[in-house]
């Protein structure tokens, strides 16, 4: 295998592993801080997606639903990161592809509100929302951070862009 696929592979399980860790962190937090077990989201999430879950109340915390979820939500993020890790890679090389980066991220972000509205919003309460965007939100930024220390050459791109004529 060649050494840029193998990096674009490692890269990205490391930096989906991270993003999933940060999603699990939080929710499992935000639980707690809401008086509720550190499994109650991915409970909730996977009965909903496994087993046909209508009515939080009748929610039950079980591994079946968990591991379900964490297993999605895992390969889903692993897929996710290398994905990102094969982009950050050709944002190196061609400069355009920082511009399928950004629409990347805003199409990725949208689907998950969409499909959260379609599957689970007789579920979600008014502030699960906010707690899915912030939770998101920082798994998407511990992921870039993970992304842009693989890539020194693409963060001094970035930084050394210039902002406009600079007559004087």
């Not at 696929?5 to 707690?32: C, E, P, S």
């Not at 809401?34 to 909903?48: D, E, H, I, L």
Request: hydrophobic content about 60%; proline content about 5%.
């Amino acid at each position: 295998m060649r050494d840029e696929v193998k990096d674009v592979l490692r890269g990205g399980m490391f930096a989906g592993l991270l993003g999933y860790l940060t999603v699990v962190v939080l929710f499992a937090l935000l639980n707690v801080v809401m008086g509720r077990s550190p499994f109650y989201t991915p409970a909730m999430f996977g009965a909903v997606l496994f087993y046909g879950l209508e009515d939080p109340a009748a929610l039950e915390i079980t591994p079946g639903p968990i591991l379900a979820y964490n297993m999605v939500h895992v390969l889903a993020f692993v897929a996710l990161g290398v994905f990102a890790s094969w982009l950050v890679t050709k944002a190196e090389e061609y400069p355009v592809a920082r511009f399928a980066i950004l629409f990347v991220l805003i199409f990725v972000a949208a689907h998950i509100y969409a499909a959260l509205l379609l599957f689970a919003q007789p579920l979600l309460a008014g502030s699960a929302w906010w707690q899915v965007g912030v939770v998101s939100l920082a798994a998407a930024l511990a992921m870039g951070w993970y992304l842009m220390r693989q890539h020194p050459a693409l963060k001094r791109q970035l930084t050394d862009v210039p902002l406009g004529d600079e007559e004087g």
